[in-house]
């Protein structure tokens, strides 16, 4: 086997939308990026790649007529070879998340690959599918939020803080889940439509309340400058405040911008359009279109820069995606 077909066998650009869950949800829960954050996000991106290599085991059958350029039914990896790559990347990320988390990150990535298991072995023709992978990036973002560590919150007030952004993530896959369904044949006009609206919707639901915080917390009026001269140092730690969560609006308001930007003109086109091609593409777009989502709520989570880092490598996995598609 060549790295290149193993490479093609995970859809190994596709794991660049991993992280940002992980920082979505430690941002959630006020915790710091650290060591163990990127332990755990190692260990998501392990279970990923063997979501992808195991989905290319079970559906050996099915691709050998679809899609018979893929590396196993053009026999390039072995259809045992994608089932041992898919239990040696599991075991990997249950490893990397014992070392990095302990027990709290181990109860979050059991779920996780029992979720991928179950839904490229059973669940995927049935109506549960849908259910389960956007289980999967829940549990993702929640993992983010319970990483132990000096100053991290009691695990029921990190869940709670998360809650919201894995939510949002969630309804992202689902609509990822839906239009998947018609890669192949194209989309009755309504499946598209649908997904663009909740996608919509999950924009505004994660600027709206940056928009909100950053509104009450406005700098004092030209006629509040005298209460500036009384109590300068407290007033300014105030202005600093508010200009903090200025520029959190503006970052959550423009990578949301971004999301709909990508994601949602791509289900714009297939709305125009729904051919399986166009559907096709739209299921490329969103799942590295889940990157700008993700920084629009690591932003909003209070983490601006990390937020503008995950912005950045938006763009490089859209290139990589050319060569490597992440379908």
Known sequence: MRLADLALLVRAPAALSVPGDVIAGAAAAGRPLGARTFGVIGSSVCLYWAGMALNDYADAAVDAVERPDRPVPSGRVPRRAALAVAGGLTAAGLGLAAVAGGRRSVCAALPLAGLVWAYDLKLKSTAAGGFAMAGARIVDVLAGAVVPGAGAAPVGVALRRAAVPAALVGAHTGTLMALSRYEVGGAPVRVPAGTLAVSAVTAVAVTVPAARSAAQSRMPSAGARGLVALFPAP??????????????????????????????????RAVREPSAGNVRRAVGAGILGLMPLQAALTARGGAPGVAAALGVVHPLARRLARRISPT
Do not use: D, F, I, P
Not at 240 to 268: D, H, I, N, P
């Open 235 to 268: 007033l300014k730690g105030v202005a600093v405040a508010a200009r903090s969560e200025k520029c959190r609006a503006v970052l959550t308001a423009t990578a949301a911008l971004a999301y709909l930007g990508s994601y949602g003109t791509a289900q714009a």
